[in-house]
């Protein structure tokens, strides 16, 4: 069975690798500010040990591609550009993370040839050690660190102030549920930075792109979506056709945090330097009207693993989601009365002290 967190592998219809765009999108926004904070703050010469020439870097939950290949590539040409200053020919070796029930025979099928790097795998959670003691020198995240390490324990409690019936999210939920959810982040952000803390050289990177909200706010509008869907769970239950304890016991594991909790969490952590945070928007085109059809395929390629382990039905899968697409005036309406920034996310980069 597939970890909650997984995206649908293969390249069929319901693939992230055909439902990924927005994901794209947040990583086009925010190329150009990579591109600047990598220039002026990484010093080849000072992070490679002496006499290596290999430069080493992560992508961190990196799912089955295209989107990592255009992030591993754009990162790799700034590098380029910097090594101009340097006396010798840098060789990258880049490391694609992910859980392991990843579909990484898809991603490394459709590595792209050529290409200037050297490719590995490296399975497992990223809320923990993945590398050696300082041997990456970037690290790497987009649209993936917002997924918590587990469900926030005081969920599956019913006599819990933070029980959650009738929803699968903490957006719109009781002030106890959205705690237990900013806890598990907190407590999962501790493990993350010290992992990366011992694994990124002296002078290294780590740059996180993430679903983010600005501070004081508490929804996204990937939270709109998973609610959406809890909606659609709860008018399956009122038809008889699921049980409401399916819908009383599922909550998503997202986080989608602020600036705020970000900042305290790397000072917390005391390895890093904050070179730039921010909270940006992905979307090209503001004012573009949303196209709610793709919205829907891009919430199933990212949410199906985490139902589907739930429901333990591929039928309810197939009819929650046929129902979702149905459902598409509901989705808008809910979406564009939340008075959000619609694809607002947080971009960090720290570097290593
Ligand atoms: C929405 S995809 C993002 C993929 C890619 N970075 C992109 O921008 O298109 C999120 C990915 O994060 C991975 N992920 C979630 N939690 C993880 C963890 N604890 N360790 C490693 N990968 C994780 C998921 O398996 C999934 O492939």
Request: charged share 20%.
């Amino acid at each position: 069975m597939a970890q909650s967190s997984t995206m649908i592998g293969g390249d069929g219809i319901y693939s992230y690798k055909k439902n990924s765009t927005l994901q794209r999108d947040g990583f086009e926004a925010a190329k150009k500010v990579i591109n600047e904070a990598i220039s002026k703050n990484l010093d080849i010469e000072k992070v490679l040990s002496e006499g290596s020439t290999t430069f080493a870097i992560a992508d961190l939950g990196c799912s089955v591609g295209p989107n990592t290949f255009l992030a591993m590539q754009t990162i790799i040409e700034t590098l380029l550009q910097l090594q101009q200053h340097h006396h010798s020919h840098l060789e990258f070796l880049v490391f694609f993370n992910d859980q392991t029930s990843n579909d990484f025979n898809t991603l490394f099928a459709s590595l792209p040839q050529p290409r200037s790097y050297f490719a590995a795998a490296v399975p497992g959670s990223f809320y923990g050690r993945l590398f050696p003691s300082s041997s990456v020198h970037v690290a790497f995240s987009s649209s993936s660190l917002h997924w918590l390490s587990r469900v926030p324990p005081a969920l599956q409690l019913r006599d819990s102030p933070a029980w959650n019936p009738g929803r699968i999210h903490y957006t719109g939920a009781s002030d106890a549920v959205a705690k237990a959810y900013a806890d598990q982040f907190e407590e999962d952000m501790e493990v993350f930075l010290k992992a990366r803390g011992e694994e990124i050289v002296g002078g290294g990177m780590v740059i996180i792109i993430m679903p983010g909200v600005p501070d004081g706010l508490l929804t996204h509008d990937v939270g709109i979506a998973i609610t959406f869907l809890g909606c659609i769970l709860m008018d399956m239950v009122k038809e008889g056709v699921l049980k409401q304890d399916k819908v009383d016991t599922l909550n998503i594991p997202h986080v989608y945090p602020s600036m705020k909790q970000m900042r305290r969490a790397v000072e917390k952590n005391g390895c890093f330097e904050i070179v730039e945070m921010e909270i940006r928007n992905a979307r090209s085109n503001l004012d573009a009207p949303i196209d709610i059809e793709s919205a829907v395929m891009h919430l199933r390629a990212l949410a199906e693993a985490s139902v589907a382990n739930h429901l333990g039905s591929h039928e309810l899968v197939e009819e929650l989601f046929n129902r979702a697409l149905h459902r598409k005036a509901l989705f808008s309406q809910m979406l564009y009365s939340a008075g959000i920034q619609i694809g607002s996310q947080l971009f960090a980069i720290l570097k290593r002290k």
